[in-house]
């Protein structure tokens, strides 16, 4: 698909936040992003044998081509670096220098700057297409560099929540192969975590409630330090899965290092088997935890549970879905599990 002419007024280039008052969605207009790299650009002699570092900018030693990086992975600049935290250079929002505190973190009624902070974290030094080549330690590092920056956002005032999210393949939105992901820091919460906050409000014990009744049916795919990686009830796709404590907790910049590690190994064996299971299957990730600082009620803090929701991409989301946000999927979600459960044998 060719990218649409972006705007010729630089001023038009600032991303931007519209609010469809019908649906409650809200939309970032942001014209830069259709001037973003993508593989297809590539020089067209590349191919596998072509040295990746002649045109990807996230390969070691093309740091120039980004940003300088707000976090690197080991710590000291002496040594070479196996993760980097950069801003995105084709951000969905940005810094606005006219943006106040947040109060109630609502989503915006009328057109205004979509304030934030966008970045991408580079998660390998070579380029590694898959989770699954990653050294374990290095595969850690990247999680905790993540926990770090989402840390030191946390405490800003102008911001009212975060997550960080992959797009692996591009059925699931990837625009370059080199292993990724983003991390994004907004100044409202949007309507997808008020749902879930309005749920868990409702019912405190949902969370808890998954988790004993994955125990109860073997869906409970893996556990380390008291995380547990699961196949929801209801799963979108065959193998969506979610990883999270079992224990309340509502921000996961705010967790231990136990936990941290937990998740980067969970996330691993995920992988690795779902790319047993389907070869070369496409798949999204995203943080679910809760809007910083003291927003959230202290009975929805004392319930939450911070998640990644792990959504493979195996069929497009078709007319029915976007109709009725409902999903169809072939797969039971014991079946789901069951397979996932199979060790990877050599
Ligand atoms: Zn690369
Ligand atoms: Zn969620």
New binding site residues.
């Given amino acids: 698909m060719s990218d649409p002419t972006p705007a010729t007024d630089p001023a038009a280039h600032d991303p931007r936040l519209h609010h469809d008052p019908v649906s409650g969605r809200t939309v970032f207009v942001a014209p830069k992003r259709a001037m973003r790299p993508h593989d297809a650009d590539r020089p067209a002699n590349s191919d596998s044998t072509t040295d990746p570092r002649d045109w990807c900018p996230f390969c070691a030693g093309n740091e120039h081509r980004t940003p300088p990086a707000w976090l690197r992975a080991p710590a000291a600049a002496t040594e070479p670096w196996r993760a980097r935290i950069v801003p995105n250079l084709y951000p969905f929002a940005v810094e606005d220098p006219f943006a106040a505190a947040v109060a109630g973190g609502q989503a915006p009624l009328v057109p205004r700057p979509a304030h934030g902070v966008h970045d991408v974290v580079i998660e390998s030094a070579a380029h590694e297409r898959t989770v699954a080549a990653v050294d374990a330690d290095a595969w850690r590092d990247v999680w905790e560099l993540c926990r770090q920056r989402l840390d030191t956002l946390a405490a800003r005032s102008d911001l009212a929540w975060a997550t960080i999210f992959k797009n692996s393949g591009p059925q699931a939105g990837a625009s370059l192969e080199h292993l990724h992901s983003q991390l994004v820091a907004l100044d409202f919460v949007p309507a ?1 975590m008020q749902a ?1 906050m309005a749920a868990v409000d409702r019912a405190p014990r949902l969370f808890a409630d998954a988790i004993t009744a994955a125990d109860r049916s073997g869906r409970i795919v893996a556990e380390r330090a008291d995380v547990v990686l699961l196949v929801p009830d209801a799963p979108r796709q065959p193998f969506e899965a979610w990883i999270l404590p079992r224990t309340p907790e509502p921000f996961f910049h705010a967790t231990t290092p136990a936990r941290g590690a937990a998740v980067a190994d969970l996330t691993q064996l995920y992988v690795t088997r779902l790319e047993r299971l389907v070869p070369g299957s496409h798949f999204n990730w995203w943080l ?1 935890q809760l809007p910083f600082g003291s927003r959230p009620s202290a009975a929805l803090r004392a319930a939450w549970h911070w ?1 990644l ?1 792990i959504l493979p991409r195996l069929s497009a989301f078709a007319g029915f879905e976007l109709a009725t946000g409902c999903h169809i999927t072939p797969l039971s979600p014991d079946e789901s599990a069951a397979r996932l459960r199979r060790p990877v044998t050599p």
């Fill in positions: 997808v879930e679910h998640h929701e």
